[in-house]
């Protein structure tokens, strides 16, 4: 890889991949080779000389890219990591909406090209010193509920930050059922790993979750609140500048972050 870092952003004219393209642009390592969407074609990007394309391959046959990163949609990232890693690149995954299937898909796609994959569901730094914590209560807590909010624009539920933070939290807590009854299907909300996840989607929120975990006699409320999507891009800019020391694939940001 060459000493600046040339990077490809897809999902480019969404709410991230636009917040994505200009944090590549300010960034004095980092240059933004290729703005890729679906929609919005032929639309400049604010700050630097390219318009938003549609072909990722062809991206790949006109100029370097050394890292992709995608901020499209669950359902489109095994198709593009498929093509950047094909075509050599480190891809750096924020789309949330995967599928256990498609996370061993990548795995056996980075081992397969020997190229390095991060998936992370959540690049705030709070949020990953949020789910550490729960992680780390769920060890001393007898029972644990999360609550995540999000914009009413959002697609996938739960966030994948929740499952994220449900699968860590199960390695440490096995909670049984409590025989309760819904009287209204899903007030309980959905189970990963045994834990409630209880998903709000409401215009103002941009992204937050509560992970609230329950002793005799006491709860502890562990939150995190994104009140902005550069709370994100720290987390991105970092991914992108270490993803080459990482081989393989990785799922979680906090690996990249020694927690
Ligand atoms: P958005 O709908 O505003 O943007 C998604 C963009 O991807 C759209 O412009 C769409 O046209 C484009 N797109 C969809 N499929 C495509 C494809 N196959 N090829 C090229 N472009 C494609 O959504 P958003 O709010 O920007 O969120 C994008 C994703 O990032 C979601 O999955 C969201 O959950 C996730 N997200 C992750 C983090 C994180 O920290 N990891 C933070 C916020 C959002």
Do not use: W
């Not at 690149?89 to 996370?103: E, L, N, P, Q, Y």
């Not at 949020?130 to 914009?151: F, N, V």
């Not at 020391?245 to 690996?255: I, M, S």
């Amino acid at each position: 890889m060459s000493e600046r870092i040339q990077v490809a952003v897809v999902g480019a004219a969404g709410r991230m991949g636009k917040t994505v393209c200009a944090a590549v642009i300010d960034d004095p390592m980092l240059d933004l080779t290729a703005a890729i969407d679906r929609v919005s074609l032929g639309e400049p990007v604010p700050g630097v000389d390219l318009v938003v394309e549609r072909d990722l391959q062809g991206a790949f046959d006109s100029r370097a890219v050394d890292v992709v990163v995608d901020f499209s949609l669950g359902e489109a990232v095994l198709a593009n990591a498929t093509l950047a890693t094909a075509n050599g690149a480190h891809v750096v995954i924020g789309a949330t909406g995967t599928s256990a299937a498609d996370r061993q898909a990548l795995e056996q796609l980075a081992l397969d090209r020997q190229r390095n994959i991060l998936l992370a569901p959540n690049f705030a730094v709070g949020a990953i010193l949020m789910m550490k914590m729960a992680q780390m209560g769920a060890a001393y807590c007898d029972r644990a509920e999360i609550i995540e909010l999000h914009h009413d624009k959002k697609l996938d539920a739960p966030s994948g930050t929740a499952i994220l933070t449900a699968q860590l939290m199960a390695e440490q807590l096995v909670q049984g059922d409590l025989g309760d009854k819904e009287t209204v299907s899903g007030a309980r909300g959905g189970d990963v790993g045994g834990i409630p996840i209880h998903s709000v989607r409401l215009p103002g929120f941009v992204a937050h979750q509560e992970v609230i975990l329950g002793f005799l006699g006491q709860t502890l409320t562990i939150r995190h609140d994104s009140v902005d999507r550069t709370s994100f891009m720290p987390g991105v800019i970092l991914a992108v500048k270490k993803i080459s020391e990482y081989p393989g694939f990785t799922y979680g940001l906090d690996k990249f972050l020694d927690l």
